[in-house]
């Protein structure tokens, strides 16, 4: 069996350790390795890579895995690795990636790219100049709830597609009487944080996928939460925003509304939920579930403020089945791009689509800062900007 030498970095991460490492690498392994064109298939051999032997021995240790080194230059100096992956802090991303591809490595790459949009078209360009393979970690399209959207629109349910309204978030404790839950870099702007450099990446790959290209957009990205306390009990200054209100205008006219935001109590069902309405039905699709109401069964409210509520709104959708096994997401997308490395089967998320999520990241920001509805120009996969 062909083996595919992956380079980790980023592994003693939340998402680099978990999601790639434990439940895409080692779990694609598990089942095998990835089937590729004419029933071959090829095991993954990952290499860690990162800033603590401590903790790299440990996790190798745990996993059986020969390899780790701290040098990221002998890992990629290697002629037996062929992918270089990277889910270190975003701050770490592009030099870390560049080296990658001056090596020659296909790279695959966690969101957001870069922190600048100059930065990830550079990234994409030399992707591009140096002929390597090239791909950014697209998760909540592969996710069951998304999915059964896909299935949706491409089954014709909506009719005419006429807006998505989006919400996302919880609350994230700010580190004093309860533990926070994410990393304090997080809310840091000098150390790579700030929900809009977070989620808009997610946001736009899920709408230009699913939707249509984003040309406009207009935000309002604030900080509610002004200090936090940080994983070794210090308060520090909250300097990125923790929410970010935005409306994106899609090509062929669907209007998108997106909340996020880290200092919101869910009353919802899921951390994240999607509601689209066309012209013969909606759908409020989130991680897992999916519902569904049709234009037939539309109820017909009438709005009176001196009655109790008439109808069980709620309870008139219906739930769209599964209808299919949903493996994990993250395992999926590496699979997809093991195929597009070693078999050269398509993989739409290259590094351009990476970098537009960092653009839209940038210009919502820019919104925000001058209180305008900005423009957002087109990136192609030939990363003309
Ligand atoms: N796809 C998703 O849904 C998703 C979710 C969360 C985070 N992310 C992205 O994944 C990346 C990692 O996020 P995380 O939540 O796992 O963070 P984390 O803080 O848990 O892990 C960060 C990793 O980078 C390393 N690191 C930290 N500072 C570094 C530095 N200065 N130089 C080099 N390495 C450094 C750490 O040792 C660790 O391995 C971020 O870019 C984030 O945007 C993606």
Known sequence: METLGVVMNGVTGRMGYRQHLVRSILAINEQGGVELSGGRRVRLRPVLVGRSAAKLEAIAARHGIPDWTTDLGAALADDRTTVYFDAQTTNARVAAVTRAIEAGKHVYVEKPTAETLADALALARAAREAGVKNGVVADKLFLPGLLKLRRLIDGGFFGRILSVRGEFGYWVFEGDWQAAQRPSWNYRAEDGGGIALDMFPHWAYVLENLFGGIEAVTARAVTHIEERVDEHGRPYKVTADDAAYAIFELAGGVIAQINSSWAVRVNRDELVEFQVDGTHGSAVAGLRRCRVQHRS??????????????????????????????GNGFKTQWEMFVRHVVDDAPFPYDLASGARGVQLAELGLRSSAEGVRVEVPPITSGVGA
């Open 297 to 326: 069964a539309t109820p017909m409210p009438v709005w009176n403020p001196d009655l109790p509520v008439t109808e069980p709104f709620r309870d008139q959708w219906q739930e769209v089945p599964d209808n299919a096994e949903f």
